[in-house]
């Protein structure tokens, strides 16, 4: 099916190890975002990428890095993970456009740092 | 301060009852306004979205929007059990498609 896809799913990493949450979406879409999602916080932007080849910091980018890789996939990487990221992670993607309020939202990789 | 104000519940109805639910926003300029739904364990989806003030229906959903209060509701009727879940307000923030998110109402309709 269509849509937004992110590995892994389940991760589980000690602190100060690192790790790469990979995301590729099969919509065309322009842009692509990370969000973590916390208990009674919402959904924060980490990183987006407005089109291919452009990243740009969002509402909290402290300890982590982004590349777009091509238009289909956006990773985000922890250099060095810390229990505060013990989070559940969403890539999104949006097509531009007419369209570009309809965000499209993976799964989610939650991610439990000890 | 938050951009996005929601109550996050637990909000419990019986079925067949009217689901209400809102945010409040504190930047006047915000253009677009979204009601997202997140079932336990997956990603948000797209249930409304609109861009004026006043109501804009989808079967049992209604949006509505009162910009000069800064304030979005969203009325779900004759809910059901497949209704529960946790619902995500989202204000376009600009250009680019940024969205500023509530921190979402969790609702439990009871059979």
């Known amino acids: 099916n269509a849509g937004v896809t992110q590995t892994p799913k389940f991760q589980v990493l000690k602190t100060g190890q690192s790790m790469t949450l990979q995301c590729a979406q099969d919509m065309n879409h322009n842009s692509m975002y990370w969000y973590r999602q916390d208990p009674g916080m919402g959904l924060r932007l980490i990183y987006y990428s407005a089109s291919e080849g452009t990243t740009d910091k969002g509402e909290v980018p402290n300890g982590y890095n982004v590349s777009r890789l091509n238009k289909r996939e956006f990773s985000l990487r922890l250099e060095s993970a810390a229990p505060s990221q013990t989070s559940v992670y969403f890539c999104?993607?949006?097509?531009?456009?007419?369209?570009?309020?309809?965000?499209?939202f993976g799964a989610g990789s939650r991610l439990t740092v000890l | 301060q938050k951009e996005v104000e929601q109550d996050p519940g637990p909000l419990s109805v019986p079925e067949g009852a009217i689901v209400s639910l809102n945010c409040t926003y504190s930047n006047s300029a915000f253009q677009y306004f979204m009601w997202y739904r997140q079932y336990s364990r997956k990603g948000p989806e797209l249930l409304m979205y609109?861009?004026?003030?006043g109501n804009k229906e989808d079967g049992r959903f209604t949006a509505q929007v009162d910009k000069s209060s800064k304030y979005i509701s969203l009325f779900i009727r004759d809910s059901q059990p497949s209704d529960s879940a946790t619902y995500l307000c989202a204000i376009r923030t600009d250009s680019w498609g940024k969205l500023q998110f509530g921190a979402g109402t969790q609702v439990v309709v009871t059979p």
């Open positions: 609109t861009y004026s003030s």
């Open positions: 999104a993607s949006i097509p531009g456009g007419a369209g570009a309020n309809v965000l499209t």
